[in-house]
């Protein structure tokens, strides 16, 4: 992408669970790995702006159950 001179646009697919401790399902190395994702597409994301590169991380969660 830098090369070409383009621009373009990465995205990155994370957890919640690099955001949020989750008590239900102690998963720290899991979360940590997760993280550090996370981090990275915050600094690539400053990085590559320059380039018109845009860079963008998710974090899919489940949705809790509905009450009846």
């Known amino acids: 992408m ?3 001179g383009n621009g373009g646009a990465i995205v990155q697919t994370g957890s919640m669970w690099a955001l949020q401790a ?3 399902t102690p998963l720290s190395a899991y ?3 997760k993280a ?3 981090a990275l597409v915050k600094n690539l ?6 380039n018109r590169i845009r860079i963008n991380g998710i974090a899919p969660a489940l949705r ?3 009450r009846k």
Do not use: D
């Not at 994301?45 to 320059?50: D, G, Q, R, W």
């Open 64 to 66: 809790p159950p509905r």
């Open 2 to 4: 830098k090369a070409s």
């Open 36 to 38: 550090g994702g996370h």
């Open 22 to 24: 989750i008590g239900a």
């Open 45 to 50: 994301a400053i990085e590559l702006v320059s």
């Open 31 to 33: 979360s940590v790995a």
